[in-house]
């Protein structure tokens, strides 16, 4: 657990940590109507840049689309975005790797449930790059919860309330001994972690869930696709039966607070024997070098 630095981002200003509330009765609070991205930043020295920081924006921009914030785009561009990323960084001058967390939080009070139209409130933090889940090997328990349907609330959204599902599942990993959790859709098919996208080898395919199996289209395993294929590496998308994890010969996963981490049991079945695959092993260097620099495929912005 991280706490954010001292210099926060909160409705057109900067302030303390501690001064960036919002009310009680305002529908962040009462319905979890906020959506968010976390983007990672890379120091090196007085050097910071941030990874995929176009792709964090126009998240953001998606996620209130299709949950009906619209009083997010009309006065935030990339530009801005930038803008308030490079002074957020210099006023906590980070020493070390960060994430930074944006938020759109819908901040008109009591409106009921609706969302259009509703004024909102904007926030951006830094905190240490803790990864969330195990990096050396992962023992995960298939969820007894499923998996919310994207008819039911959108996965393609990072919408706040939606997380409770997560932290229902995750937490019953932990209460039985695992780190964390596998989600299975509707139809008993693999979806994902609490927040993380899962990967299978088998042979020399690499196998992930397509997006059409209630899981978040996510910036870092977009990122892992794409490295995967300039690595001369099969790679398939499809549904995922449960069983097939059980027989894999490497299953890892990916985000942006997770990093790429393998899997070493899942269910109580070894998983590579339980220790790291070559797939994993290679992707994770390859993914490490890119949040760093990349002069290929222009991912990383210098924010100092």
């Known amino acids: 657990m991280a706490n954010p630095h001292p210099r926060v981002y909160f409705g057109d200003r900067f302030v303390d940590a501690e001064e960036a509330t919002l009310g009680v009765a305002t529908s962040a609070l009462l319905y979890g109507l906020s959506v968010y991205t976390v983007f990672p930043v890379h120091v090196d020295g007085t050097k910071r840049t941030a990874f995929r920081l176009r792709d964090h924006f126009d998240r953001l921009l998606e996620s209130c689309k299709i949950i009906g914030i619209d009083q997010f785009a009309p006065d935030w561009d990339y530009d801005k975005f930038v803008t308030v990323a490079k002074r957020l960084i210099a006023e906590n001058d980070p020493q070390s790797d960060v994430f930074v967390r944006a938020t759109v939080h819908v901040d008109a009070s009591i409106p009921g449930t609706r969302v259009r139209g509703c004024s909102v409130k904007v926030s951006m933090f830094v905190y240490d790059a803790v990864p969330i889940v195990p990096q050396d090997g992962m023992r995960l328990k298939t969820s007894v919860w499923r998996r919310i349907p994207d008819n039911a609330i959108p996965s393609r959204a990072k919408v706040n309330g939606a997380y409770v599902n997560s932290v229902l599942a995750k937490q019953d990993a932990i209460d039985s001994g695992y780190d964390d ?56 998308e499809r549904a995922v039966d449960l069983t097939e994890l059980y027989i894999a010969d490497e299953v890892f996963v990916t985000g942006t607070s997770a990093g790429v981490a393998p899997v070493t049991e899942v269910d109580g079945r070894l998983v590579s024997g339980g220790t790291h695959g070559p797939i994993s092993t290679a992707l994770r260097k390859r993914h490490t070098a890119a949040l760093r620099t990349d002069d290929v495929h222009g991912w990383v912005t210098t924010l100092s």
């Open 181 to 236: 959790c596998i989600f299975l859709d509707v139809n008993g098919h693999v979806c994902e972690l609490s927040a993380a996208n899962i990967f299978v080898v088998r042979g020399d395919t690499l196998i992930t869930p397509d997006v059409s199996f209630d899981i978040l289209d996510s910036i870092n395993r977009r990122t892992l696709l794409t490295l995967a294929e300039e690595d001369g590496i099969r790679v398939v």
